[in-house]
């Protein structure tokens, strides 16, 4: 999808072309001194954040960029908080950078360009016209089919391959570990490939191109529903106490039960950088809640601070890893990043990532 | 219902009980709870009409009546229900004793004996004789319990474990009875039962998880050493009067009501959170204590 989107808004702006492979933007015309970075698919601000600070790189590296525009697609971020990003952000990167980036956001009423000139009010009618019907495809996609659970443990299995740089799956593989048909896999796989997310291995084996951004994002926002997640608060009155929790859960060592969240993230990175734990995560594979159920009750409210949060892992293989020491296993790393992102983690979550790569570099 | 400082009671009665005979005496119930859970309380005080005080060893008349005559001496002073008796038996007529600070109604201490192994009937009463005639000292069968693995106050008197204090409360209530107190509480007349194992539920949300998983063995190890001849039968049965109490939602009211007012005032723990605790013993002290009971 991304590229095709890139595709058709360099076939609209004429005297731009797609870059060269592994350029760390997406469109550029002939003499290299114009740029354009593609970005869909962002959250908030805190993913507009870092695809200016990519792009200010970018720009403080090569010279020869005389102008760099992001392209961003933030329908639910209104101007007022994106002229105050963008004014905040003057502050943070270097005068010299941001006189050659400009911001154009599209996907609202009208574009929002953050410096009134012809070839940028160019590029956001464009964009925003070849984005549009983008998005209500998407949109329809969603409404209509809408990635289901299935098609998301598939992606998890593939994702969790990544990070720890397993290396291509086949088809096989894939409907051993989740227990779903053969159809189940190749609809899963189809999607992805026209996401632009898997390539193909040896021996019709699959493999992710690279951190699958767009599917990712999806997945964080369907998260709690996709994992069945649910809340539990200390039913005893007394102040929530996760060490303690964990403590009796690993004494009790219940079957089908993995330990995720902080807890995992400190096994899988010994680095990890948080003191405390605020929740326990753990991961279940079975909906059977009567293990969880002493002491513990469903969390209600906002204002009832939860000890524990469980999440369902639907799949014939939950890929529980043994504790050397003989205690609870841990949830695998996805689930893990998952159980991050939940508790607003992000930088750890980020890091994580980059860690388990580095980790596992062949 | 009087709120006292246990801190300052524990104090107190340091100061007014001669020191030759601190090494005989232990508090239990429930001021010997607030003074334990001190620090849990934030030091709120202990609503509680008395301290009750445990002379020990196993029928030690002679140091009970050396502790009452002092006392009275130091201007203590009867309760309205204190007397005594002319003759020493029969012994159900005879009057505990129960004792007034000078100047002062707020509470009262009540002198127990600590029963002689092999007591098998639940209340026995010990005849002491006294400067003007003749009481009584009640020998509850499992207080026996509470003179094992006694802390030592900073005051220098001994007191209760929370751990005793709970196993004896529960193997005197196998069933809930019928019972009632014969003092009312904030103007009820609550079920004996319902009182004494609200206060195990009270010590077991004041103790928490950590402290409980210890409780198991403890109780092992003083049931075997009170009760060598009966222990593992006891062990079983530890629980039955709490799962009663679960079962029946008017006692357990009660024995909310009882903490309310009681070890837990103010601390907003609810009738649920009291179930999910005896759940929780239910779970990590019951079971394996009645296990422990069969495989030894």
């Given at each position: 999808m991304a590229r095709e989107i890139e595709g058709r808004v360099a076939a609209a702006l004429r005297d731009f072309v797609s870059a060269p492979e592994?350029?760390?933007?997406?469109l550029e015309n002939p003499d290299g001194k114009r740029v354009i970075e593609l970005k869909t698919g962002l959250q908030g601000v805190r993913d507009l954040d870092a695809a200016v600070l990519g792009l200010s790189k970018v720009l403080a590296d090569q010279r020869g960029i005389h102008q760099a525009y992001l392209v961003v697609d933030l329908p639910r971020v209104t101007d007022d908080r994106l002229r105050a990003e963008w004014d905040s952000l003057h502050r943070v990167v270097r005068p010299d950078v941001m006189r050659r980036l400009t911001l154009i956001a599209v996907g609202r009423e009208s574009p929002w360009v953050s410096r009134d000139e012809p070839v940028a009010r160019r590029i956001a009618t464009v964009a925003d016209a070849v984005l549009r019907p983008a998005r209500l495809v998407r949109v329809e996609e969603r409404s209509?089919?809408?990635?289901?659970r299935r098609f998301f443990e598939v992606f998890k299995l593939l994702l969790n391959g990544w990070l720890l740089r397993s290396g291509p799956v086949s088809t096989r593989y894939l409907m051993e570990r989740t227990g779903f048909s053969y159809p189940t896999i190749a609809d899963a796989l189809r999607r992805l490939r026209q996401s632009g997310e898997i390539e193909g291995g040896r021996k019709r084996s699959v493999v992710l191109r690279?951190?699958?951004r767009q599917t990712w994002s999806e997945l964080l926002v369907l998260s709690r529903s996709i994992r069945g997640t649910q809340l539990f608060a200390?039913?005893?009155?007394?102040?929530?106490?996760p060490v303690d929790l964990l403590r009796r859960l690993r004494k009790a060592k219940p079957y089908g039960l993995a330990l995720g969240g902080i807890v995992a993230a400190r096994h899988w990175d010994?680095?990890?950088?948080?003191?405390?734990?605020?929740r326990l995560d753990v991961c279940v594979s079975?909906?059977?809640?009567a293990l969880l159920r002493v002491g513990l009750v469903p969390a209600k409210g906002p204002s009832t601070s939860p000890v524990l949060a469980s999440h369902l892992v639907e799949r014939a293989d939950p890929l529980f890893v043994p504790d050397p020491k003989g205690a609870l296993p841990y949830a695998d790393p996805v689930e893990t990043l998952l159980d991050l992102h939940e508790l607003r983690l992000v930088d750890q979550a980020d890091q994580l990532i980059e860690r388990l790569r580095a980790r596992h570099t062949r | 219902m009087t709120a006292l400082d246990p801190k300052k009671l524990f104090k107190r009665l340091a100061a007014d009980i001669p020191a030759k005979l601190h090494r005989h005496t232990v508090i239990v119930g429930s001021l010997a709870a607030a003074y334990h859970f001190r620090g849990r309380l934030q030091r709120r005080a202990v609503n509680t009409k008395d301290a009750d005080i445990v002379v020990h060893p196993a029928g030690d008349v002679r140091s009970c009546r050396d502790m009452a005559e002092h006392l009275l001496a130091e201007g203590w002073v009867r309760t309205d229900n204190c007397y005594p008796s002319p003759?020493?038996?029969?012994?159900?007529r005879l009057r505990a004793i129960r004792l007034h600070p000078k100047?002062?109604?707020?509470y009262f201490i009540e002198l127990l004996a600590l029963p002689r192994?092999?007591?098998?009937?639940p209340l026995l009463w010990t005849p002491v004789r006294l400067s003007d005639g003749w009481y009584g000292m009640p020998s509850y069968?499992?207080?026996?319990?509470?003179?094992?693995?006694r802390n030592r106050s900073k005051e220098g008197l001994e007191y209760a474990s929370p751990a005793m204090m709970a196993l004896a409360n529960l193997l005197s209530h196998p069933e809930l009875g019928r019972q009632r107190m014969s003092q009312s509480i904030a103007g009820r007349h609550i079920l004996r039962a319902a009182k004494d194992l609200g206060r195990v539920l009270a010590l077991a949300w004041l103790a928490g998880p950590e402290a409980m998983a210890t409780w198991p063995e403890e109780w092992r190890k003083a049931l075997e050493a009170s009760f060598p001849a009966s222990w593992r039968r006891l062990s079983k049965r530890v629980g039955s009067g709490l799962r009663h109490l679960l079962d029946d939602d008017r006692a357990l009211e009660e024995a909310h009501f009882t903490t309310t007012v009681g070890?837990?005032?103010?601390?907003?723990?609810t009738q649920d959170n009291l179930r999910v605790v005896a759940e929780q013993l239910e779970q990590d002290v019951l079971i394996p204590a009645a296990i422990g009971g069969s495989s030894r």
């Open positions: 592994g350029a760390p933007y997406d209509a089919p809408q990635p289901s690279a951190f699958p200390d039913g005893t009155g007394r102040r929530p106490d010994p680095r990890f950088d948080l003191n405390g734990l605020p079975r909906d059977d809640q | 003759r020493a038996q029969p012994t159900s100047r002062s109604r707020e192994r092999g007591q098998s009937k069968r499992f207080m026996r319990l509470t003179a094992m693995g070890l837990l005032s103010g601390l907003a723990v």
